[in-house]
C-alpha cells in the first residue's frame, strides 16, 4: 500500500511538473518578435506577471486611432522577477518599452517576454539572466 501511494504521488507530481512548464506549448520558440511598445497596465500576479501594452508605431499594425490594439506579454515567474527588483509599480502606464518575444500561435496578440528594456529606468531584462543589465 505505501509503495502504491508512493508512485501514485511521483506520477501526480510529474503531472503538475509538466502542467507549469505549458509556455513551450503556447508560444512559438523558433520565431521572436520586437516591438516598442507603451504599457497599458501592468499585473504583478503569480505565476507569471502579465503586461498588457499596444504597439507605439501603429502603422505597422495599420490600426485604428479608435480601436488600439493591446497585446498580452506574459513575464518570467514572479518570484525570479521580485528577486531582480521588480514590483508592483515597475511599469506604469504609459512606459515606453522595448519587446523581444515569443508569439502564440494561437493568440495573435500574445507574447512570451524573452528581453524588455526598459529607457527610463535604465535596464534591459532578459529571461533566464539573474540579473538586470545597465543600458548605456
Known amino acids: 500500500m505505501f509503495r502504491l501511494c508512493v508512485v501514485s ?14 509556455v513551450v506549448d503556447m508560444y512559438d520558440e523558433q520565431t521572436r518578435t520586437t516591438y516598442e511598445m507603451e504599457v497599458v497596465e501592468f499585473r504583478f500576479i503569480n505565476p507569471h506577471p502579465f503586461i498588457t501594452a499596444q504597439i507605439v ?63 527610463v529606468d535604465g535596464y534591459r531584462y532578459e529571461h533566464n539572466v539573474r540579473h538586470l543589465f545597465k543600458l548605456q
Open 57 to 119: 508605431d501603429r502603422s505597422i499594425e495599420q490600426a485604428s486611432e479608435a480601436t488600439p490594439d493591446l497585446w498580452t506579454l506574459e513575464m518570467d515567474n514572479r518570484w525570479e522577477l521580485v528577486d531582480l527588483g521588480f514590483t508592483n509599480s515597475t511599469f506604469k502606464s504609459g512606459d515606453k518599452i522595448l519587446v523581444t518575444a515569443n508569439p502564440s500561435p494561437y493568440d495573435d496578440r500574445a507574447l512570451y517576454v524573452r528581453a524588455l528594456e526598459h529607457p
Open 9 to 22: 504521488s511521483t506520477l501526480l507530481w510529474s503531472l503538475f511538473a509538466s502542467a507549469h512548464h505549458w
